[in-house]
């Protein structure tokens, strides 16, 4: 099972750079997400990788081959792709076997396969069907089933939960979560769902405007984003940003806002000397954010409650703080005591500070 | 409440009226007429009066006599021959033109025009291609130091000629449906099967030519009703000869109508005509629902 080298990959559109000099080391059975909003470009590199689009520049290295010149067949890749793709003329057993049959396998070669994968997806009663007569769901198995026989080095997934309604999508994404495990496959999913991401991957590949903006796993990427971007992309609710000057007060550093002031967090301190007097962004998340004044010392924002969201669990909470809008995430059984305005404490280590020049994380 | 339920039965007999009045007046009324006829002699020019019952004495004779039977010949001949080719060629063209290539737009409307000219124009185009004296193929045969051919004054070559010419303008109806069906294509499909390890070729012949196979069929249909039906050209041409070598049953029908002045054969050679058509599209119908319904169940 080959590991995957992208180097240099860049896609023009005319004058328009879609991709703009992407590198990328994928490692062995490794389960890659690209996530990134419309746009972004996470699309056309998986279609480069399939070679269903042609690299204007660069490099792509599956095992020991460079194949950014082959033919998608000749890649040892199989794709699942975003409307299932299924060929409608064909049963679901020929639509599984078309490759295989193209390949010349020996008949019972390809019962053999279709039987396993059948099993393993649970549509072996669905195999004399054609495509027209099955539901979302059956057809997005049909697909996966479809790219699981052909037994490839390498699975491209592009979007392959998209067309399905919110519950299916759930459904389809544990049952994915499950069959990861047991097909060690190198794979690759396109999705613009950071929910998807975080829940399937073992690395993320965030993008954006056709530039990896950070990769990593899922926890690193929550915990610590690189930039502005992955702040605003990874988590749900996404994080609060808060625009503050790095000033002083009764001789210490804080963090002055229009109506707020935060505290430095202590491990910050050394990184933040060469910004002093300098507009900063401060990222919280919503979950940071707890109701009450908390332990001694510990600092605070007063929060204006404008509306609260019932989720179940958990619920969302819409606030101001100064001009800014504040999205806080709180435990639904913690009743509120009270509207209007509302302390809520956090923890200083659970800060993030950008640049808001280069967008970047200050560590 | 039986006032409105009555006028919800009877209202939508009443919206089809008219439509049904025009089909009584333009088709079913002819077609009962050249029934009535069928079993009379009578000439043009006599009042209808005169016509003579002659019971099934026009069939009886049609059937005995050789000029029909070769005449039947020469109509399946040219329907299979031009229905073939126009099929073939007009989805060889669709597929070498369903790219975004630069000109392919240019090329797909040059390619339909032939079907836009009057059917007597293009009698008179290819009568004047096919000249053996002054003719553009002529001298082009003779610019090559190649024997002139006999074009439509051969027996054997003026079929084929007869052909060529309906083939040139017919084959741009299959060309557009066909590519009409293949840009309709799922373009996932056509990836998944390059993934799935088709060639440019295999990729045609197991997903394009199957998923566009219904419209085409449909298609073949139209042009083979039409093909027994042709006049025109053929009368621009050839006039059925040499000898009775392209005289197809449309043809047959007009001169036993108008030269002969024979309304009664006439008329009975339209109904075994007409009934030919019906037969030969009841059958493929027949067997296009019954091959959809044998791949439902598969």
């Given at each position: 099972m080959p590991h995957i080298r992208i180097r240099d990959l860049q896609k023009h559109f005319g004058d328009v750079a879609v991709i703009a000099g992407?590198?990328?080391?994928?490692?062995?059975?490794?389960?890659?997400?690209l996530v990134g909003p419309s746009g972004c470009g996470k699309s056309t590199t998986l279609r480069m990788i399939a070679g269903l689009e042609e690299a204007s520049h660069g490099e792509i290295w599956i095992g020991e081959r460079e194949v950014s010149r082959l033919e998608p067949k000749d890649r040892d890749i199989a794709m699942v792709f975003q409307d299932y793709a299924l060929y409608p003329h064909m049963d679901v057993a020929r639509n599984m076997s078309f490759a295989?049959?193209?390949?010349r396998y020996p008949k019972a070669e390809i019962d053999a396969r279709i039987r396993r994968v059948a099993d393993m997806l649970s549509?072996?009663?669905?195999?004399?069907?054609?495509?027209?007569?099955?539901?979302?769901?059956?057809?997005?198995?049909?697909?996966?089933?479809?790219?699981?026989?052909?037994?490839?080095?390498?699975?491209?997934?592009?979007?392959?939960?998209?067309?399905?309604?919110?519950?299916?999508?759930?459904?389809?994404?544990?049952?994915?979560?499950?069959?990861?495990?047991?097909?060690?496959?190198?794979?690759?999913?396109?999705?613009?769902?950071?929910?998807?991401?975080?829940?399937?991957?073992d690395r993320i590949i965030v993008m954006h405007a056709g530039k990896v903006q950070q990769q990593g796993r899922p926890e690193d990427l929550y915990r610590a984003p690189a930039n502005l971007f992955v702040a605003g992309f990874?988590?749900?609710?996404?994080?609060?940003?808060?625009?503050?000057?790095?000033?002083?007060?009764?001789?210490?550093?804080?963090?002055?806002?229009?109506?707020?002031?935060?505290?430095?967090?202590?491990?910050?301190?050394?990184?933040?000397?060469?910004?002093?007097?300098?507009?900063?962004?401060?990222?919280?998340?919503?979950?940071?954010?707890?109701?009450?004044?908390?332990?001694?010392?510990a600092p605070a924002l007063d929060l204006h409650i404008e509306l609260a969201e019932y989720i179940g669990a958990h619920s969302v909470l819409v606030t101001r703080c100064g001009g800014e809008r504040v999205i806080v995430e709180v435990n639904s059984e913690q009743r509120l005591a009270g509207e209007g305005e509302q302390p809520f404490w956090f923890d200083p280590d659970s800060l993030h500070l950008f640049d808001p020049e280069t967008e970047a994380a200050i560590r | 409440m039986p006032s409105r339920h009555g006028l919800n039965r009877a209202s939508p007999y009443l919206f089809l009226a008219p439509a049904a009045a025009v089909a009584?007046?333009?088709?079913?009324?002819p077609m009962l007429r050249s029934v009535w006829l069928s079993f009379?002699?009578?000439?043009?020019?006599?009042?209808?009066?005169?016509?003579?019952?002659?019971?099934?004495e026009n069939y009886r004779w049609l059937l005995a006599d050789d000029a029909f039977w070769v005449s039947v010949g020469v109509t399946m001949t040219f329907a299979l021959a031009v229905v073939v080719l126009e099929v073939v060629l007009g989805v060889a063209l669709a597929l070498v033109l369903d790219r975004d290539l630069r000109g392919t737009s240019l090329f797909r409307t040059v390619f339909i025009l032939p079907m836009m000219i009057a059917p007597i124009v293009v009698g008179l185009i290819w009568r004047f291609l096919y000249n053996e004296q002054f003719g553009p193929l002529s001298q082009l045969l003779k610019a090559l130091g190649l024997p002139g051919v006999p074009w439509l004054s051969s027996p054997d070559m003026a079929l084929v000629s007869v052909i060529i010419a309906d083939v040139w303008q017919w084959t741009p109806f299959i060309f557009i449906l066909a590519l009409a069906a293949l840009q309709g294509l799922p373009a996932s499909a056509i990836e998944a099967a390059r993934i799935d390890g088709a060639t440019r070729w295999q990729t045609t012949l197991y997903i394009k030519l199957p998923l566009i196979a219904p419209v085409i069929a449909v298609a073949a249909l139209l042009r083979l009703i039409d093909a027994f039906k042709v006049l025109e050209v053929i009368y621009i041409l050839t006039e059925g000869g040499p000898g009775l070598s392209t005289e197809i049953l449309s043809l047959h029908i007009y001169k036993t109508a108008f030269v002969s002045q024979q309304l009664g054969r006439a008329s009975a050679l339209s109904n075994l005509l007409l009934l030919i058509v019906l037969v030969l599209t009841v059958l493929l119908v027949l067997a296009r629902s019954l091959r959809a319904s044998r791949a439902g169940k598969e």
């Open positions: 992407l590198d990328l080391d994928l490692a062995d059975k490794e389960f890659t997400v295989l049959r193209l390949a549509i072996g009663h669905l195999l004399d069907r054609k495509p027209a007569a099955l539901s979302g769901g059956q057809r997005q198995r049909v697909a996966m089933g479809r790219a699981l026989v052909r037994d490839a080095g390498v699975f491209l997934f592009d979007e392959p939960l998209s067309n399905l309604d919110a519950k299916l999508r759930n459904q389809m994404r544990a049952e994915l979560a499950l069959m990861r495990k047991r097909v060690e496959k190198n794979m690759i999913y396109v999705t613009h769902d950071q929910i998807e991401a975080m829940t399937l991957a990874i988590g749900a609710p996404p994080m609060n940003f808060l625009p503050v000057r790095l000033g002083s007060q009764h001789g210490l550093p804080v963090l002055l806002g229009r109506d707020y002031t935060l505290p430095v967090p202590s491990a910050r301190m050394a990184a933040l000397a060469p910004y002093a007097g300098r507009d900063l962004v401060a990222g919280i998340r919503p979950s940071a954010l707890r109701q009450g004044r908390g332990p001694e010392g | 009584l007046v333009g088709l079913v009324y009379h002699e009578w000439s043009i020019g006599t009042p209808p009066e005169s016509a003579r019952f002659v019971g099934l």
